[in-house]
């Protein structure tokens, strides 16, 4: 059984550093594509940044620059460094897996990830 969980959320100032984490288990994570994505309240849920296994990424125009997605594959886990914050970052962060797809198909779509966590809060302050 496929599980995800998100950690390091939080709340920040803006301009301020947090640092994602998502531990995977249940499956063999090294062949999945990974993704961030986030809801804000009253939005629809968007793709931040993705990750292959071959480590080619996708990052979403909005944080290019400033979020760096990365991936471990001895740990099962995925990260997402997000620098220089800004208060429209502030959402839900989820965290998604989709086996056998590289980033240029399931690319920020969240529809075409089948497995996901059960998000950590973002919260920014101007």
């Known amino acids: 059984q496929v599980q995800l969980v998100e950690s390091g959320g939080g709340s920040v100032q803006s301009g301020g550093s947090l640092r994602l984490s998502c531990a995977a288990s249940?499956?063999?994570?090294?062949?999945?594509?990974m993704g961030w994505f986030r809801q804000a309240p009253g939005k629809e849920r968007e793709g931040v940044a993705a990750?292959?296994?071959?480590?080619?990424?996708s990052y979403a125009d909005s944080v290019k620059g400033r979020f760096t997605i990365s991936r471990d594959n001895a740990k099962n886990t995925m990260y997402l460094q997000m620098n220089s914050l800004e208060p429209e970052d502030t959402a839900m962060y989820y965290c998604?897996?989709?086996?056998?797809?590289?980033?240029?198909?399931?690319?920020?779509?969240?529809?075409?990830?089948?497995?996901w966590g059960q998000g950590t809060q973002v919260t920014v302050s101007s």
């Open positions: 990750i292959d296994s071959d480590g080619s990424t």
């Open positions: 998604a897996a989709q086996p056998w797809v590289a980033v240029y198909i399931a690319g920020l779509h969240p529809g075409r990830y089948m497995f």
């Open positions: 249940g499956y063999t994570y090294s062949s999945y594509c």
